[in-house]
């Protein structure tokens, strides 16, 4: 199986990189359009800022590559942003491929500190991804803006109010937290991907 | 609901973990990732490395440590020490950090910060702060805790997250190493002023302490080194401890 981890200016893709090695699969990091198409599941990982992200993919063709895949693709954290429609982060258009904008996390009360940094639970887990197990398991998030439930929601969780911890549609498979870095329960959802 | 996190921090010279630690029957006990590994087995949800020698030579042995973490482990983890510049963030980072903790460095320069914040995200900055409790006042020091600045710890952690920290670290000092609980009083006000989460350092020495530092201190993390290195606490007998007193926990 030849697995691809799309590549840009983000942070820290290599942890995809480690957690796809430990589960058995030596993926290729690469921003070449013919390996992304002929690939057979590709990773959008993200950390980073939307705009200048987004910026990227454009200068580099990636927008329309990533747009045009019809094998499982999961996108991770601004991954998952990136695939909706617009962000606030930056005010940015995006992939259009989920049909919601992303918005920044706003405080109700002191206790809520933004970024969303730790483990929170999944709830609501549907779709390929996830199997029974992982409802009510916890995840790792850091991030500060957030995807609202939509038709797509593919699971929720609580912080501040709920939002979308995950989405699916078609071929596209997102998550807002990060399984490489989730533990075992995140390892359980990355070898689900990989089995799709 | 998300959860109060337990954070090990590992300190480490030339690629080994340097207090002490007496596991028994536990092999490779000064191996700073096997006993990363361990802590993350146990339920730990992140990890610290602290690069304590951060010397020209002992940088690229802990860079190689870092990459090695990476690979093996699946939870998340910061690295600090010696972090002055952001080639040296760069080096991190592409080594497979998740996070980086800056201390001196961004006293010293604070636009450090903005710097780090702009290129890769608030949410990998870490400021962590070292105080002192004197003549009435948090006061910040540098390297380590042996230069004062005489800059005030809640001015300092209120301009480092205005210039896009991600999380605060702060390190008692006057409580660090006594082992009779975290400053809680000091961790509340920097949790009821801040909008960013704030970690506790510096004071653990019972399972009280953590539930304190977190019911009373208010802290959204607590970090802690000896306890854990010398057994007297497991993470998992600690986390249910905690479960039990009403904390939310990751179990």
């Known amino acids: 199986m030849k697995v691809a981890i799309v590549k840009y200016n983000a942070g820290n893709i290599y942890s995809v990189d480690y957690a796809l090695r430990r589960l058995g699969v030596t993926p290729v990091v690469t921003d070449d359009a013919g390996e992304l198409l002929t690939a057979d599941k590709v990773i959008f990982p993200g950390v980073g800022e939307a705009h200048t992200t987004m910026r990227y993919l454009k200068e580099h063709g990636l927008e329309d590559v990533i747009r045009s895949l019809r094998q499982p693709l999961l996108g991770i954290c601004l991954g998952m ?48 991804l996830f199997d029974a197990a992982q409802e009510g398991r916890f995840v790792y998030f850091v991030h500060s803006y957030y995807v609202p439930e939509n038709v797509s929601t593919a699971a929720v969780t609580d912080y501040i109010h709920p939002f979308s911890a995950a989405l699916h549609k078609d071929n596209f498979y997102a998550t807002q937290f990060h399984p490489e870095k989730s533990g075992d329960t995140g390892e359980a959802i990355l070898k689900n991907f990989l089995k799709l | 609901m998300l959860a109060k996190r337990i954070i090990p921090c590992l300190d480490v010279m030339d690629g080994v973990t340097v207090k002490g630690v007496n596991f028994i029957n536990f092999r490779d006990a000064g191996d700073a990732v096997e006993l990363g590994d361990r802590y993350s087995r146990e339920g730990a949800d992140e990890l610290v490395y602290l690069d304590i020698a951060a010397s020209h030579e002992g940088r690229k ?26 080639s040296d963030v760069d080096r991190l980072l592409n080594a497979g950090a998740d996070k980086v903790s800056v201390n001196s460095a961004a006293l010293r320069r604070p636009q450090l910060i903005e710097e780090i914040a702009a ?117 998992g007998d600690l986390k249910a401890y905690l479960a039990q007193e009403g904390v939310n926990v990751r179990t």
Not at chain 2, 61 to 68: A, Y
């Open chain 1, 81 to 128: 942003q990136l695939m909706c429609r617009y962000s606030e982060e930056g005010g940015v258009d995006c992939l259009g491929i989920f049909d919601v904008d992303v918005k920044r996390f706003i405080p109700r009360k002191q206790a809520d500190k933004v970024p969303h940094t730790g483990w929170n639970t999944l709830t609501s887990v549907r779709g390929g």
């Open chain 2, 61 to 86: 042995t802990f860079t190689d440590l870092v990459k090695n973490v990476a690979a093996r482990l699946n939870i998340p983890f910061t690295v600090g020490g010696g972090i002055n510049e952001m």
């Open chain 2, 119 to 235: 290129g890769f995200g608030s949410q990998v900055c870490v400021v962590a702060i070292d105080a002192n409790y004197e003549d009435g006042r948090w006061l910040c020091y540098l390297n380590g805790g042996r230069i004062p600045t005489g800059r005030d710890l809640f001015q300092w952690a209120a301009e480092a997250e205005e210039r896009g920290a991600g999380e605060i670290l702060f390190t008692s000092m006057t409580h660090d190493g006594v082992r009779g609980g975290y400053a809680n009083e000091a961790l509340s006000t920097l949790s009821e002023t801040l909008r960013i989460p704030v970690i506790a350092s510096g004071g653990a020495g019972t399972k009280e302490h953590f539930r304190d530092a977190f019911l009373r201190g208010k802290a959204d993390a607590a970090l802690a080194a000896g306890v854990f290195h010398f057994g007297e606490i497991s993470v």
